[in-house]
């Protein structure tokens, strides 16, 4: 079935260093590709997404590319702030009918000064 | 802009009891759904539905039961609480059933079962 496979934190990196979380996906058909965002206490946060291969989402100064090739959606930031500290998540939107997300458990990310 | 609102934000009950979780949102989506999130696996579908009057099982469903009032309201019950339905319960919503919509969260309700 369809399924996603993030790296596992948590990832610790120093303010302004590069961020790349890798998520990977196996779907059947052509999913839409979603990053969330969850930071502590709330609930999750659409943080981009994107709906056909080639296609970038970008946001916050985060981005991410739909790599149909390489069944990828590897999440990047250039220059990391401390309040980017949180947990990401990566997710697929099945295809055929109902709108539903598989999620990747997650990756926790630390961001120290 | 309130989005999707869910109560109770914190619950601790009894294994045995029941107890039912209540989510509503004002965006007027077609689609809302229950996932539950624990520690290494990301969040996991409990029951959808796709538009008013229609409810179906998710990934993991047993041990839940859940209302579609209205498209407004969508509801949650545990029955009969196990321990193991210790967990982060989020309540969302998305628009019409297409793929590639936004699917968007409420702030999670926290339950412990003892």
């Known amino acids: 079935g369809d399924s996603v496979t993030q790296m596992e934190g948590p990832v610790t990196l120093s303010e302004e260093a590069f961020l790349t979380i890798n998520c990977t996906y196996t779907?059947?058909?052509?999913?839409?590709l979603f990053w969330y965002v969850q930071y502590p206490g709330e609930g999750l946060q659409l943080l981009l997404k994107?709906?056909?291969?080639?296609d970038k989402g970008s946001n916050k100064g985060f981005e991410a590319t739909y790599r149909k090739e390489t069944t990828s959606f590897h999440l990047e930031k250039g220059s990391v702030q401390v309040s980017d500290s949180a947990v990401y998540f990566c997710?697929?939107?099945?295809?055929?009918?109902?709108?539903?997300?598989?999620f990747g458990a997650g990756t926790r990310l630390a961001v120290h000064p | 802009n309130a989005g999707v609102t869910q109560t109770p934000k914190f619950q601790v009950l009894k294994t045995g009891q029941s107890m039912t979780l209540q989510c509503a949102q004002d965006?007027?989506?077609?689609?809302m759904y229950w996932y539950r999130q624990d520690p290494g696996m990301g969040l996991r579908l409990i029951y959808y539905?796709?538009?008013?009057?229609?409810?179906d099982k998710g990934e993991v469903p047993n041990g839940y039961n859940v209302s579609r009032l209205n498209k407004r309201e969508f509801s949650l019950r545990l029955e009969s609480a196990a321990p193991s339905q210790t967990s982060v319960y989020f309540c969302?919503?998305?628009?019409?059933?297409?793929?590639?919509?936004?699917?968007?969260f409420g702030e999670g309700s926290w339950l412990t079962v003892v």
């Open positions: 997710a697929l939107s099945t295809t055929g009918g109902y709108n539903k997300l598989i």
């Open positions: 969302a919503s998305s628009g019409q059933g297409i793929q590639g919509n936004t699917i968007y």
């Open positions: 965006m007027n989506h077609n689609s």
């Open positions: 539905s796709a538009s008013e009057g229609t409810t």
């Open positions: 779907a059947t058909g052509y999913p839409s």
């Open positions: 994107a709906t056909k291969a080639d």
